[in-house]
């Protein structure tokens, strides 16, 4: 495998480990995926039904929204029963992340934009330091105030003063985010905090909207921050279904070559050339390969003149020429094959041990990297 790896260009900041319940964030662990459940909390069966499809999905660690007190006892069964470490996410009181930390959170995220009570932020920080669990500082452009145009500072300023007065009441497990819905902003705020402390960092861009657009900002910000080696774990924030969060951050780190999480199709755009409806050839490798845990590049294209060149970097491959495809590997034909068996005949090429549960992938991706 001669891919191009980010890891030889980007050299990750150095920050201190710590951990949300089994999951390390920070320090030389594994960038992780993290989601959000958009159900109410105190509909316990729904919310750990979400926790649930988010787990399948590839989610590593979920935060869920502690709006009230009564909110807790709810947010103490999701704990309880969840899958993967969760977090409780707080505004405004810290009575309520007092109560989130005692009902077992594995992180709490206060928001110091909207909770000010300086007492009560030293007593969160001195119980979750007693429950051995983070805390994190998450900032976000709507809740700044009283700040005179650089937001990118204010966010920052407001992130960092924070976490000295945590780690004055004696914790050290803190981790930042400061998410504006610009882009740059955001970018901007990340990259100030970086040079500031060693505190692992949470990206995500906030507010980003739904579909083609959310994902083009977030992937642009949490992804030049990747590439400035900043960032400790991630979430992908997108109106609509989470899942599409956790399929959007996976594949953000699978783009950077940061994390491999089994087959990765690589496909031609086609153009005139293109000799077969390669979108439904695609579409079938898909299907195929789901379940697949080797992390092999499988590239498919819709011509032989130009296809095995251009997917050179690919470990196996299928290019298409009239009445003919070519399995190639590493940019060299193996065998001429039938256009109606070149699935099949690629597919032979691919080891296939499959996952047997959905916990699954997460130790095997764990172990592989
Ligand atoms: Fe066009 Fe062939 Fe390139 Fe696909 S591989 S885009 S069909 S030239």
């Known amino acids: 495998m001669s891919h191009w790896s980010a890891e030889m260009v980007v050299h990750r900041r150095k ?25 109410d909390t105190e509909d316990v ?64 995220r206060i928001n110091p ?63 930042i985010s400061v998410k504006a819905s610009d882009v740059a902003e955001t970018v901007r705020a990340y990259r100030i905090v970086a040079s500031s402390c060693d505190y692992p960092l949470h990206l995500g861009v906030t507010a980003t ?37 956790v399929e959007a951050g996976r594949e953000i780190l699978r783009s950077l070559n940061l994390r491999s999480f089994g087959p990765e199709i690589i496909s031609c755009p086609t153009c005139g050339r293109c000799e077969v409806d390669l979108l439904k050839v695609v579409t079938r490798v898909q299907k195929e390969l789901r379940g697949f845990t080797h992390n092999v590049k499988v590239a498919v294209m819709g011509c032989i003149v130009n296809g095995p060149g251009e997917a050179k970097e690919a470990d196996i491959g299928v290019a298409f020429g009239r009445g003919v495809a070519y399995i190639f590997r590493g940019g060299r034909k193996l065998r001429k094959v039938s256009p109606d068996s070149a699935v ?24 592989k990297e």
């Open 45 to 108: 069966a729904a919310t750990l039904r979400q926790i649930h499809r988010l787990h399948n999905a590839g989610c590593e660690i979920v935060r869920v929204a502690v709006p009230t007190l009564s909110a807790v006892k709810a947010f103490e069964k999701i704990v309880t029963s969840s899958p993967i470490p969760v977090e409780a996410d707080t505004h405004f009181s810290t009575g309520i992340a007092l109560a989130a930390v005692e009902a077992g959170a594995h992180s709490v």
């Open 15 to 39: 920050t201190r480990k710590l951990r949300v319940g089994q999951v390390e964030v920070g320090g030389d662990s594994l960038i992780s995926v993290q989601s959000m459940t958009k159900t």
């Open 209 to 245: 909207g739904a579909g083609t657009t959310g994902l083009v900002k977030s992937a642009i910000g949490i992804g030049s921050l990747l590439l400035d080696g900043i960032g400790d774990t991630i979430r992908v924030s997108l109106t609509g279904d989470p899942v599409r969060e």
């Open 113 to 175: 934009g909207n909770t000010r009570n300086r007492k009560g932020l030293k007593e969160v920080a001195v119980c979750a330091r007693e429950r051995g669990i983070p805390i994190r500082v998450g900032v976000n452009s709507g809740s700044v105030g009283g700040f005179r145009g650089d937001l990118a500072r204010a966010l920052a300023r407001t992130a960092l003063d924070c976490a000295q007065l945590l780690e004055r009441a004696g914790l050290r497990e803190i981790m």
């Open 344 to 367: 099949s005949e690629l597919l032979k090429e691919i080891p296939k041990p499959r996952r047997s549960s959905p916990r699954e992938p997460l130790s095997f991706i764990r172990g």
